[in-house]
């Protein structure tokens, strides 16, 4: 079966510093992997995926992941972080096979940055 | 151009009662995907439509819930005799169907669902 972890609930980071935000994942078979973003009382709004190719990744406002096969992570960053990125972080993976598996999701890690 | 819509947005019903929440995905998307949300948790999958078929039924969580999608646009996700366990926001997402393992899922604001 898949999983997906994100073992932080809570990240804190000053502004203007740059973020990380932890991922990790397990499953039978090749990953696809992506990540979400879950403002207050708004549904998930996508930010990247990695499907294949150059194991960096970049998405949207600024956002960016790094597929790491061997420690089967995928972490997203950012360079510099703005107090409107404080919001609600889902990683989530789906495996790679000829029908449709579902889109399994990490339990949220809570982005807070702070001005 | 529209994104995925849900009604209601907030749904408050008595235990035992039956729930509709309706699912508008993006024009053109065939794929359509049900998750329930609960407090402090990611998504959970439930079922996913591929045009007017259930693809995959297999994380409704028991015989109470039940979805359609007549004319491969509209879904609605249909709860009977609703339980206090069954609160939660029910997340509605669409895609294009190109490839479905690897196309991008866009979800809906939510039905948030209170069951007193």
């Known amino acids: 079966a898949q999983s997906v972890a994100q073992p932080e609930d809570q990240v804190n980071v000053a502004e203007g510093n740059p973020l990380t935000v932890k991922c990790t994942y397990s499953v039978s078979g090749n990953p696809y992997l992506f990540w979400y973003v879950q403002y207050p009382n708004r549904g998930l709004q996508f930010l990247l995926k990695?499907?294949?190719?150059?194991?960096l990744v970049k998405g949207s406002y600024g956002f960016e992941a790094e597929f790491n096969k061997s420690q089967t992570s995928f972490h997203l960053k950012k360079p510099s972080a703005l107090v409107s990125d404080s919001a609600l972080y889902f990683c989530a993976v789906r495996v790679d096979n000829s029908g449709n598996t579902p889109l399994v999701f990490g339990k949220g890690t809570r982005l807070s940055v702070i001005a | 151009g529209a994104g995925v819509s849900q009604t209601p947005s907030n749904k408050v019903t008595e235990k035992g009662k039956y729930v509709e929440l309706r699912c508008d995905p993006i024009?053109?998307?065939?794929?359509l995907y049900w998750y329930r949300q609960s407090l402090g948790q990611g998504p959970e999958f439930l079922i996913y439509?591929?045009?007017?078929?259930?693809?995959?039924d297999s994380g409704l969580p028991n015989d109470r819930f039940f979805a359609v999608r007549p004319e491969g646009s509209v879904s609605t996700l249909k709860i009977q005799r609703t339980e206090r366990g069954d609160s939660a926001v029910y997340l509605c997402?669409?895609?294009?169907?190109?490839?479905?393992?690897?196309?991008?899922?866009?979800f809906g604001p939510g039905t948030r669902l209170t069951v007193l």
């Open positions: 439509f591929q045009g007017t078929g259930a693809a995959d």
């Open positions: 990695y499907i294949t190719g150059d194991n």
């Open positions: 997402a669409s895609s294009s169907y190109g490839r479905p393992t690897t196309d991008t899922q866009y």
């Open positions: 024009s053109g998307h065939t794929a």
